[in-house]
C-alpha cells in the first residue's frame, strides 16, 4: 500500500511569529509520519491501494489529521491508534475537501 502524507497550511496563519519554524515543523512531522510512523501500513493489503493523510495545525496549533480517501475501516482504525499515539487529533472539519469560493 502506498501511504502519502501532505502537510496543509490552509488555516495557518503565514504572518503569525514562529511561522517558518511551525511550517518547518509540520514537514518534519509529515515526513516522519509517513516514511517511520506508518511504515507498517505499507504492508498491510490491498498492496495495490494507497492512502492519503492530510495534517494541518488547528487554531489552537495542535496538530490534526484526516485520512481524504477511501480506506478499508482496519487501515482507518490503524493509522488513528498511530496518530493518537503521536497526540494527533481527528480532523473534524466536514468541508475538507471543499474549495473555497472567493468573491471579488
Not at 506508518?38 to 498491510?44: A, F, H, S, Y
Not at 484526516?66 to 499515539?85: F, G, Q, R, T
Request: net charge neutral; aromatic share 10%; proline share 6%.
Amino acid at each position: 500500500m502506498i501511504v502519502t502524507v501532505l502537510a496543509i497550511f490552509d488555516e495557518f496563519d503565514n504572518k503569525a511569529p514562529l511561522a517558518k519554524v511551525l511550517k518547518e515543523r509540520l514537514l518534519r512531522m509529515a515526513t516522519e509520519l509517513q516514511e517511520v510512523y506508518l511504515k507498517p501500513i505499507m504492508q498491510m493489503p490491498p498492496m495495490d491501494g494507497d492512502v492519503v493523510i492530510y495534517i494541518s495545525y488547528n487554531l489552537k496549533y495542535a496538530v490534526r489529521w484526516s485520512i481524504v480517501n477511501d480506506v478499508p475501516d482496519y487501515i482507518e482504525k490503524e493509522i488513528a491508534e498511530i496518530c493518537a499515539l503521536r497526540g494527533y487529533i481527528p480532523w473534524k472539519n466536514a468541508s475538507l475537501n471543499i474549495f473555497k469560493q472567493i468573491n471579488k
